[in-house]
């Protein structure tokens, strides 16, 4: 499966860095193109349960590819999100199901830093989003 751009860019980035606090520091900025989301998608149907932070998605399909957008109220989360989102940007909904979401945390860096919980939630977002596509 080919990468979307953003995610190429994510993956030639992270690589790059020698270290964890390197990828702590640009994880922080990717978290920062996160687009916001309006106040109305801060609700009680958008949050996704299983995080440990608060956590909001919302999902749209544009002909086959969705496009995810999300919000966290932790810095480092919202950092994990982007990449979360840069990776399954314009994913149809087979592709969504396959995805491989420790394998990508692998290539970036970043799976060892990834506490359970964290993976948990990030894996809580990604079955949301199967959701989402699937409906």
């Known amino acids: 499966m080919s990468l979307p751009a953003a995610a190429r860019e994510a993956l030639d980035a992270f690589t790059a860095c020698p270290g964890w606090e390197q990828r702590a520091r640009l994880l922080m900025q990717w978290g920062e193109r996160l687009q916001p989301l ?12 299983g995080c440990e932070s608060q956590v ?19 810095r480092l989360i919202r950092g994990l999100l982007a990449v979360l989102l840069a990776r399954v940007e314009g994913l ?8 491989d979401l420790s394998e990508w ?12 919980s ?3 939630g990030l894996n809580a977002v990604l079955q949301r989003m199967r959701e989402l596509a699937a409906s």
């Open 56 to 74: 909001w998605l919302v999902g749209a399909r544009n002909g086959d590819a969705w496009q995810f957008r999300a919000a966290s109220d932790a």
């Open 118 to 120: 964290r993976s948990n």
């Open 38 to 49: 309006s106040e109305a998608e801060h609700s009680e149907v958008n949050r996704v349960s």
């Open 92 to 99: 149809d909904s087979a592709q969504l199901q396959q995805l």
């Open 105 to 116: 945390f692998n290539q970036l860096g970043l799976a060892r830093q990834l506490s359970p």
